[in-house]
């Protein structure tokens, strides 16, 4: 199957600082990725959607100045979470559309991030 | 109404049991529905994947997508230990990309 790879797995910062978080499709061209994050025993809740060459969708709520998305090629995006406070503490998780299967989605292993 | 309603469960069955994890959803609109594994601290694992209704198999797994009642369920035959996990529903239209995720039901298989 499709590999989706993020980097770091895991991160802890001080409040105040920016973090970025890679997010790459390892063998398959991904024109769409998307960006959730996930609570403790909660369903991901989309944050972005991220398109190759273009500005990110950003849903409803979701702060685009706080969490920069960039998705600079067909196999990687970056989420950077900038000033970073403990309520940005959670769990991130990216996925890529596969190009040549347009609605299959693979996700990324996830980056756990905490801020103190 | 969330869009995608699923049981949190958890849902507790003994080895080799038949599993059967459903979701409800709300938009008729929905045409693609795939069904993922997760593992605690991980990224979701694709399980199964279905466009429009019918049935699906893939060895021990089974997907079944009835349109006509928003009603879709994964089945897994001679459960192991290593089925538990949180499996998530998820579903999107033709024109939508992004996926609209049930609330994952929680699996303990116990040997």
């Known amino acids: 199957g499709a590999v989706v790879s993020q980097h770091p797995s895991r991160v802890i910062c001080k409040s105040g600082t920016s973090v970025k978080i890679e997010c790459r499709s390892l063998?398959?061209?991904?024109?769409?990725m998307f960006w959730y994050r996930q609570f403790p025993k909660q369903s991901l809740m989309l944050m972005a959607t991220?398109?190759?060459?273009?500005?990110?969708?950003?849903e409803q709520g979701v702060e685009k100045d706080k969490f920069l998305i960039n998705h600079a090629s067909l196999t990687l995006s970056t989420l950077t979470v900038t000033s970073a406070h403990p309520e940005d503490s959670s769990f991130y998780i990216c996925?890529?559309?596969?190009?040549?299967?347009?609605?299959?989605?693979?996700f990324g292993p996830g980056t756990r991030l905490l801020v103190l | 109404q969330k869009e995608v309603e699923q049981d949190p469960g958890p849902l507790s069955v003994p080895e080799g049991a038949i599993v059967s994890l459903n979701c409800t959803y709300s938009?008729?609109?929905?045409?693609?529905f795939m069904w993922y594994r997760q593992y605690s601290r991980k990224g979701p694992e694709l399980l199964m994947y279905t466009y429009s209704s019918g049935n699906k198999e893939d060895g021990r797994f089974t997907a079944q997508v009835d349109k006509s009642s928003k009603y879709i369920s994964l089945f897994i035959r001679d459960s192991q230990p290593s089925d538990s996990a949180t499996y998530l529903c998820a579903m999107t239209d033709t024109g939508r990309r992004a996926l609209t995720f049930g609330s994952g039901t929680r699996l303990q298989v116990q040997p």
């Open positions: 996925s890529a559309r596969d190009r040549e299967t347009s609605e299959t989605q693979y």
């Open positions: 938009n008729s609109a929905f045409q693609y």
């Open positions: 063998d398959f061209q991904a024109t769409t």
């Open positions: 991220s398109n190759e060459g273009s500005k990110a969708t950003y």
